[in-house]
């Protein structure tokens, strides 16, 4: 089990703005800070997701943040592009992941590919 995620950023106040606006859909707060070098997110009062000021840029990340439904999916994503995210996917269902795999994918200033996924069925 996972306790908590990092990852490398270039711009310390750019993330901040993109994943305080982008989180907060999804319940995800900044709670902490390490001065102008970290911050952590989290539901108050655990922080599970920091980012860092990193030397060197990191590619290949992907994070995904589990959602309570659909619509949260939809406020994530709407979120995230409107702070500045890159579309990498509009909210949908993902089929060959699974039948009730709703997600949507962007990239965050430092190209890192955070999803907010939602796995239960659609209400009826």
């Known amino acids: ?6 990852v490398g950023v270039e711009d310390i106040e ?9 989180l907060r859909p999804l319940g995800v707060t900044r709670l902490y800070g390490d001065g102008d ?15 860092g000021i990193r030397n060197k840029p990191q590619t290949g990340s ?9 619509a ?3 406020r994530f994503y709407e979120a995230a592009v409107a702070a500045g995210g890159k579309d ?23 190209g890192h590919n955070v999803e907010a996924v939602c796995r239960l069925p659609e209400p009826r």
């Open 1 to 6: 089990m996972l306790d908590h995620v990092t």
């Open 88 to 110: 990498n996917g509009p909210p949908g269902i993902r089929a060959h992941y699974d039948p009730d795999y709703y997600g949507a994918f962007v990239l965050d200033p430092d």
């Open 37 to 51: 070098r970290f911050a952590g997110y989290g539901v108050n009062p655990k922080a599970f997701f920091w980012i």
């Open 14 to 22: 750019r993330a901040q703005r993109f994943y305080d606006s982008a």
């Open 72 to 74: 949260t999916v939809d």
């Open 62 to 70: 992907h994070i995904a943040f589990a959602a309570n439904d659909r």
